[in-house]
């Protein structure tokens, strides 16, 4: 299955708000102040701050806005960094750590306050359950709620087995952990609404113009497909996991993981309220996690598994469907209308990647599974950087990684590795 057939099949695509008319190629400029590869958070939030600066800016994307995991995610906004802060405290110390984790909330920050000045309709809704899958797992959540408190976050709470089946109507569950200030949007159309403001900021974005090579120097130059060129300052490479071997050195950075979502038919306001009675996004505590939540117009959207094969199921929504009805056995009779797939970007201690290749080529990738509002804030670091500040850019980039091994060893290394977390999750 092609990436092309995961993302046209996708409940965003369907309810997307409103065409996006890019660049035509006859615009390419000769040379630009930056020029941004990839047209997802990462991409159009640096692209954004970067043309709000003053700077010509070109984005250029292989398909069109949205196109990679930012079109297609869950949706689930979520805090803080997917493996939590032990390994920011770790690497960096405190100080440092926090500086990390306040970057973070600041996501939360810059995404309402874009939202509301780029006037972007994305269903944004406020409210999460972290809900135990195992009785022993409301411990982990009880210890996530203070490493959370620790860190300054309000608003949150420990619902009893009872207070949770009261919000959800599944009997999976043994409790959860809330947050108010976590939710869930409609991602494409948060991704279109940043489009839309990245041309309005004066910045140019080029669909469907895949670049296939970046050789650095004063300027830098980017060779496009259809044998054009452009030329720049500074690169923003906002990849990810679609990041391939464009830039050497880079790609054994960030390991693509496929996970796969489902979205069924319209059930009514009052079937869907009761599934999730308040209409807050919902995710499990496993460590391979199923997630869910409502859509505006009442579909329940599931989403969960991974492939770390590079395999893909053939019928996706024969695939996840099951994995629903364990959570929602009344959905029994319920059609799924919409299935799809995206790749994550992992990292190999799933922190973050932000750095700065030779003189000029920034990136940032790797938010390993938890990058709806992290790349957008990161994508704004990127561009700080590019305009002076590299206080907190380079506190990012203090974070060190080891590669993924290359070649034969590269899939079976990481399979094995997963096989070990899924066991725990059934063990446990
Ligand atoms: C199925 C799925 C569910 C997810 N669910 C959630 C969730 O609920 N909450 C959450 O916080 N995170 C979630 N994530 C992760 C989140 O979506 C990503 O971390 C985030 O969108 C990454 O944004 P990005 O801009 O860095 O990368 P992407 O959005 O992947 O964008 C990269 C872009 O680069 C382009 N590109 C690559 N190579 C080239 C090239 N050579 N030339 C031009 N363009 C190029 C690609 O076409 C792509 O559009 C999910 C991801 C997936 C796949």
Known sequence: MSEAVLDSTTYYRATANREFKGAAAAQLPGRV???????????????????????????????????????????????????????????????????????SEE??????????????????????????????????????????????????????????AAKVGSKAYHGALRESDAGHIHTLNYCLGLAHAVQQEGGMIFENTAVTAVQDGTPVRLSLAGGREIACDQVIVACNAYLGTLIPGLNHRVMPVASYVITTEGLGDDRARNLIRDREAVTDSNFVVDYMRLTADNRLLFGGRCSYSGIHPKDLAANMRPRMLRIFPQLEDAAVEFAWGGHIGITYNRLPDVGRQGRSIYYA?????????????????????????????????????????????????LTLGMLYYRLRDILS
């Open 365 to 413: 990738h790797g938010y390993s599974g938890q990058g709806l509002i992290l790349a957008g804030m990161l994508g704004k670091l990127l561009a700080e950087a590019v305009l002076g500040d590299q206080t907190r850019f380079d506190v990012f980039s203090r974070i060190r990684h080891l590669p993924f091994p290359g070649g034969v060893l590269r899939r079976p290394a």
């Open 33 to 103: 102040d930056a020029c941004v590869i990839g047209a997802g958070f990462t991409g159009l939030s640096a692209a954004l701050e970067l043309a709000a600066a003053g700077r010509s800016v070109a984005v250029f994307d292989t398909g069109p806005v949205g196109w990679g995991a930012s079109g297609r995610n869950g949706g689930q906004v979520c805090t803080g960094f997917s493996p939590g802060m032990a390994g920011f405290e770790k690497q960096l110390g405190a100080a440092d750590a926090r500086l990390c984790f306040d970057v």
């Open 107 to 164: 996501a939360k920050r810059l995404m309402t306050s874009r939202i509301g000045k780029y006037g972007i309709d994305c269903d944004l809704t406020w409210g999460f359950l972290h809900a135990a899958a195992r009785p022993s797992h409301i411990a982990h959540l009880q210890e996530h709620a203070d490493e959370l408190e620790r860190y300054g976050v309000s608003g949150l709470a420990m619902l009893s087995r009872e207070e949770l």
